[in-house]
């Protein structure tokens, strides 16, 4: 099962900032939190990751809590086309055995509106 | 660089028969995951493949194989195919099995249709 929780809709506005919540109260110290999203009939694509430390890419900003309990993926300045299904998932990044699966949970519907 | 292929991306198929597809993973991965995706149950895991080798499995029945070549190609097959097979199955290829900076990279998937 997955070890996230999100909100299953969302909406923005263009042009504002996308800020989506998740939740993964019980992880543990060596895993990583990734950000995939899934754009209508297409494969999921790879946002962004990270262990304890903000992270920002060109796609995207991470925010991890202190604690780790929870994160939130913040899409700067969101447009039409980031309208997707964004799926937060927690797994250990080492090598070997179940460690390379992404378990996917329902993720966040994001309606970004004109 | 090429991404990932799949093919075909549409299939139609009836009950009792079998499927096999196919994925092409991006140069240099060597790592090949499969996933199944329905309405009702998401994205799920299907099995992992590295130098050959099925490293994982998800929780499916047996009617459900894999295999992957020494060009990293890989194979999915779905023997005597039931209505819940209908889904779109999707192919992810990374470098490596595992690692952190280490992201799948999903292909188009293919959308198996059963009657």
């Known amino acids: 099962d997955a070890k996230t929780t999100q909100p299953p809709s969302m909406d923005c506005a263009e042009g504002r900032a996308a800020n989506l919540p998740c939740n993964h109260s019980?992880?543990?110290?060596?895993?990583?939190v990734y950000w995939y999203r899934q754009i209508h009939s297409q494969g999921p694509q790879y946002i962004i990751h990270g262990l304890k430390n903000n992270e920002t890419n060109e796609m995207a900003s991470l925010i991890i809590t202190e604690d780790r309990k929870s994160s939130t993926l913040i899409l700067p300045h969101a447009t039409l086309r980031d309208t997707a299904v964004y799926y937060c998932?927690?797994?250990?990044?080492?090598?070997?055995?179940?460690?390379?699966?992404?378990?996917f949970g329902k993720g966040t519907k994001l309606s970004v509106k004109p | 660089k090429a991404g990932v292929t799949q093919t075909p991306r549409y299939l139609i198929k009836t009950r009792g028969q079998q499927v096999t597809l196919s994925c092409s993973p991006i140069s240099g991965h060597r790592s090949v995951s499969w996933y199944q995706q329905t309405p009702g149950q998401g994205l799920q895991f299907l099995f992992e493949y590295f130098s050959e080798t099925q490293r994982n499995k998800g929780n499916f029945p047996g009617r459900f194989s894999g295999r992957q070549f020494s060009n990293s190609r890989s194979e999915m097959n779905v023997s005597t195919l039931e209505l819940g097979d209908s889904a779109l199955y999707l192919c992810a290829s990374s470098r490596a099995a595992g690692g952190v900076n280490n992201e799948q990279f999903f292909g188009p998937g293919t959308r198996l249709t059963v009657l």
């Open positions: 019980t992880i543990s110290g060596n895993e990583y």
């Open positions: 998932i927690v797994r250990v990044a080492g090598y070997g055995g179940s460690q390379g699966n992404l378990i």
